[in-house]
């Protein structure tokens, strides 16, 4: 089993920034794939970005490429993600997930087996 707990949500101006951090208990993630993915009020939780086991394979969604950076730590079992540029559309719940069936990247949710709780994240205009 993999426990998964975002922090580091929080409000901030748009054209503001968060580091949002993941950290996984109880079997470590590396040789995994890992996401972000987030759900605002009324709409399906979507992805945002992904990242290889080795972190040396980055995929992100198109509405936050060029603005956000995933990175992981896997000394640390850590998941990271490096939010710039925010912009009041980037309101939502953000998760993060681990893949046990692939250690590359993976873009749909059923690719994911563990998911976070989530942490809010707030951009007012």
């Known amino acids: 089993q993999v426990q998964l707990v975002e922090s580091g949500g929080g409000l901030v101006q748009a054209g503001g920034s968060l580091r949002l951090s993941c950290a996984a208990s109880?079997?470590?993630?590396?040789?995994?794939?890992l996401g972000w993915f987030r759900q605002a009020p009324g709409k399906e939780r979507e992805f945002v970005a992904s990242?290889?086991?080795?972190?040396?394979?980055?995929y992100y969604s198109d509405s936050v490429k060029g603005r956000f950076t995933i990175s992981r730590d896997n000394a640390k079992n850590m998941l990271y993600l490096q939010m710039n540029s925010l912009k009041p559309e980037d309101t939502a719940v953000y998760y993060c997930?681990?893949?046990?069936?692939?250690?590359?990247?993976?873009?749909?949710?059923?690719?994911?087996?563990?998911w976070g709780r989530g942490t809010q994240v707030t951009v007012s205009s």
């Open positions: 109880g079997r470590t993630f590396s040789g995994y794939a």
């Open positions: 997930a681990l893949s046990r069936s692939t250690s590359t990247i993976a873009i749909r949710m059923n690719a994911y087996d563990y």
């Open positions: 990242i290889n086991w080795t972190g040396g394979t980055l």
